[in-house]
Every structure is written in structure tokens, then in C-alpha cells.
């Protein structure tokens, strides 16, 4: 059974940085694009970040861009999400999800939720 | 950027009714269009894939319909384990750009 669980999400004042986990477990982690996706409170859904199988590859969302990094850890079946410079405008549930290989999402956990105020 | 839209924003049904939800695509994504149901408190569900192909375990109430720039996601018969909050989703292959989700159609109760 294919699961994905979030981790790290907490209080952080602005400025701050935090640090996102997702484990995930049975399926083949590296075979797999993995995604972060985020939703502010009240709102939709947003794409945050995609990151390749073999961790190379590594994209953002403009409002994103140059303060987050994606990365991963196949050894560890375990996504991250490094977040520095947070904003209010940040506060939000991060999700991780699998990219099912066509860019659609077949697989989601249960979402960290990441608070920025002072 | 592909924008995208979906109408209308609530829709209130009474359970067994049919519920239809629009999605738009400001230019053709084809039939690369996923729809997601996605409740308070849990994770967001993959519901329909390619425009029309249901996900693995999705109830067959559950259809997707269009193609080029109109969608539709239709629940033949609502149940209460449906009521939720329903996005559409515009994706591309590898590798991504920006992959635009709707902003959302609240099913709820009439």
C-alpha cells in the first residue's frame, strides 16, 4: 500500500526557515517524480515544487522561487522541502504527492500544516 | 500560463441528486485534465485522469467528460460521502511548468 507522510510543520516567525519530511513507503520511491503542493487557509490548492527520481531535476513556483529547496533522499524513501525567508503568506498545509508519470497525482499524504507569525 | 476555471463555485444538491461541475481551460491542454475531491482533514483524492479514465477504486458514479478547453465532471447520483470540495487540475509530461489547478467547486448539502 502506497503511503505518504508529512512532517516538520510547526510556528515559525517570519523570516524564519523549516524544514518539510515526507516518508514514503510501498512503491519503488526513486522510479518516481515527487511534488509538493500547498493549500492557504479558506483557499485552493497550489503547486509548489516537483523534484525528478534521481533528485537532478528541480522545479518551483514563481512566489517559491530562490527561497525553497526540494530535495530527496532515495536511500531514505524520504522527500524534503528546506523553507527559509518564510512569509505569512506562507502559512499554509504542505502536501507531498506522487506524480503518477503523466503529471497528474495518484498518491497524496495527509498534509503538515506550516504557520508564519510573530 | 493556462489559467483555469470551474463553475460554479458551490453547488448544492440533495443526496441521490446528479451534481455537474464545469472546469475551463484558457487555451487546449487536450484531454490532459485530472479531476480531485478533497475533504477537510484528509488527502486530497485522484478521481479522474486523462479527461475520462477514473482512477483505480473510484466509484463509477463518478465521470469525466471533454476535451481541447470545456470539462465536465459528473456524479451521476451524489452520496453523503461525496459532499467536498472538487478541483481540476491541467497537467503536462515531464518536465513540469507550472501545473495549474482550478480553483475549486464546493459540493454541498441542499
Request: aromatic content about 12%.
Amino acid at each position: 500500500e502506497v503511503q505518504l507522510l508529512e512532517s516538520g510543520g510547526g510556528l515559525v516567525q517570519p523570516g524564519g526557515s523549516l524544514r518539510l519530511s515526507c516518508a514514503a513507503s510501498g512503491f519503488t520511491f526513486s522510479d518516481y517524480v515527487m511534488i509538493w503542493v500547498r493549500q492557504v487557509p479558506g483557499k485552493g490548492l497550489e503547486w509548489v515544487s516537483a523534484i525528478s527520481g534521481g533528485g537532478d531535476s528541480k522545479y518551483y513556483a514563481d512566489p517559491v522561487k530562490g527561497r525553497f529547496t526540494i530535495s530527496r533522499d532515495n536511500s531514505k524513501n524520504t522527500l524534503y522541502l528546506q523553507m527559509n525567508s518564510l512569509r505569512a503568506e506562507d502559512t499554509a498545509v504542505f502536501y507531498c504527492a506522487r506524480d503518477a508519470r503523466y503529471g497528474y497525482y495518484d498518491y497524496w499524504g495527509l498534509g503538515t500544516l506550516v504557520t508564519v507569525s510573530s | 500560463e493556462i489559467l483555469m476555471t470551474q463553475s460554479p463555485a458551490t453547488l448544492s444538491v440533495s443526496p441521490g441528486e446528479r451534481a455537474t461541475l464545469s472546469c475551463r481551460a484558457s487555451q487546449s491542454v487536450t484531454s490532459n485534465l485530472a479531476w480531485y475531491q478533497h475533504k477537510p482533514g484528509q488527502a486530497p483524492r485522484l478521481l479522474i485522469y486523462g479527461a475520462s479514465t477514473r482512477a483505480t477504486d473510484i466509484p463509477v458514479r463518478f465521470s469525466g467528460s471533454g476535451s481541447g478547453t470545456e470539462f465536465t465532471l459528473t456524479i451521476s447520483s451524489v452520496q453523503s460521502e461525496d459532499f467536498a470540495v472538487y478541483y481540476c487540475q491541467r497537467y503536462d509530461h515531464w518536465p513540469p511548468g507550472i501545473f495549474t489547478f482550478g480553483p475549486g467547486t464546493k459540493v454541498d448539502i441542499k
